[in-house]
């Protein structure tokens, strides 16, 4: 069986007003390590598929298994990365990024010197002591990163983590962000809307169409292109080939919606 397992998922909101369909018949599997994006408009249900994924949510149709067990059962450790860095502005990187082990009681000398190497990593060991005002986008997003890998998670779960950064930062995060995960053979999930993005990432690219969410078609990444780093990426000459078909079959959906 595969790491994360995915069968058959479909879910309903019920509201007074009636109900809307989220999710349909969504099967999908990712393998430890694995880098998958799913891809797909706003209003696909991706919010609602990561909330399900994390145990958050219980799906009212459909099984979902990690590492064996389910979601609420698993001890599998997840993590999320979203839009928003969510940094407390009035404490500092290095207090915010130990603000887990600070929450459960567990700060120590060993967690407090692991929360500066992690920062150290991401490029940040010179501003352990400022203040997120202090930071630019892309610096509150790597100590955000940082905060996530403090709690050691197995699953990262990425919410269009670079959508709000400028292109340059959007690049330079992405390279450090897919080797960072790598490194640590973390199994990932992004959502995200930008085809290139899906690509210089992934090993594995889940198209989702909207009204409701379902899986539309699906991508491997060639190896050649896995085992390069995402600006690499988006220089190969078969990067256009493959944004080409994922833009076709996107276009496709939409004049069939
Ligand atoms: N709590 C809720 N109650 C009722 N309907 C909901 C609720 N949450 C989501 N929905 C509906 O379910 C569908 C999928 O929503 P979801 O937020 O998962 O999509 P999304 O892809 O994350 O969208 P976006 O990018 O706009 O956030 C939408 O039609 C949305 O209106």
Redesign the pocket.
């Known amino acids: 069986m595969a790491y994360l397992s995915i069968d058959d998922i479909s879910h309903q909101?019920f509201?007074k007003q009636g109900y809307?369909k989220?999710?349909q018949s969504i099967s999908l599997t990712v393998e430890e390590g694995e880098f998958v994006s799913l891809l797909?408009?706003?209003?696909?249900?991706?919010?609602?598929?990561l909330?399900i994924i994390s145990g958050l949510l219980q799906p009212t149709e459909g099984t979902i298994y990690i590492n064996g067990t389910s979601p609420n059962q698993s001890d599998t450790k997840i993590g999320y990365m979203l839009q928003q860095d969510y940094l407390f502005p009035w404490k500092t990187i290095h207090e915010n990024v130990l603000l887990g082990p600070h929450i459960s009681g567990k700060i120590s000398s060993e967690l407090k010197q692991k929360a500066i190497h992690t920062l150290e990593e991401m490029g940040l060991g010179k501003v352990l002591t400022s203040h997120p005002s202090q930071l630019s986008g892309g610096m509150r997003q790597r100590a955000a990163l940082a905060r996530t890998l403090m709690n050691d998670p197995q699953i990262l779960l990425l919410d269009e983590p670079f959508s709000a950064l400028d292109y340059q930062t959007k690049l330079k995060l992405e390279n450090l962000v897919s080797t960072t995960l790598h490194r640590y053979n973390k199994t990932s999930i992004l959502?995200t809307h930008d085809i290139g993005e899906a690509i210089a990432m992934s090993d594995t690219i889940y198209l989702l169409a909207?009204?409701?969410?379902s899986v539309a078609a699906t991508f491997k990444v060639p190896h050649y292109l896995q085992e390069i780093t995402p600006f690499e990426a988006r220089q190969h000459p078969e990067f256009n080939a493959l944004f080409q078909d994922i833009w076709k079959e996107l276009n496709d959906l939409e004049s069939s919606s």
């Open positions: 909101y509201t809307t989220a999710l797909g408009p706003s209003g696909c249900g991706k919010s609602t598929l909330s959502v909207a009204n409701p969410g």
